[in-house]
């Protein structure tokens, strides 16, 4: 099984702004088609999106503006098998969640804005998904002081 992993992407700036492209050699690392793109956005800090669990579906996640807590865990070993990402516009990067992994993700800033690509049409994820309470697992969403 695959496991959560998150990849660095590439980034070009000049006096114009940037371009970061988000799906240079992700057929490499996903092996299967993007079948849909969808916009997320958190209007305030500390809002949680999820748990999310697919047996089939990957999903793709990036940052576009704010700042994101992503929380991957496998429901059959949670204590062990579980994966933290933070990730922001800051930081151009893909969070990648494999099927088999229970998901969500809690914005660190207000108006965090996430694209999401998918390896599931909106009517395959549906069927494709169980939901699980976002504290199942304990308060995985709090940041903690270090």
């Known amino acids: 099984m695959a496991i959560p992993k998150i990849i660095k992407l590439e980034y070009y700036s000049d006096d114009r702004g940037y371009l970061v492209p988000l799906t240079n050699g992700l057929k490499k690392i996903i092996r299967k088609e993007i079948k849909r793109t969808y916009v997320l956005e958190n209007y305030g ?3 949680i999106r999820g ?3 697919h047996k089939n579906e990957i999903k793709i996640f990036h ?3 704010g700042a994101a807590k992503f929380i991957a ?4 070993r949670p204590e062990k098998d579980r994966y933290i990402f933070t990730t922001s516009n800051h930081c151009p990067q893909l969070v990648i969640i494999p099927p088999g992994y229970a998901n969500g993700w809690v914005s660190l800033e207000d108006n965090t804005i996430i694209v999401a690509l998918s390896t599931s049409t909106f009517e395959e994820s549906v069927n494709d998904d169980i939901r699980y309470d976002p504290y ?3 308060d995985v969403w709090k ?3 270090r």
Do not use: L, T
Request: charged share 15%.
């Open 45 to 47: 800090k500390g809002i």
């Open 51 to 53: 748990f999310h669990f």
């Open 63 to 65: 940052v576009v503006h």
């Open 73 to 76: 865990i496998n429901p059959k």
């Open 136 to 138: 199942k697992w304990g």
């Open 143 to 145: 940041v903690m002081a």
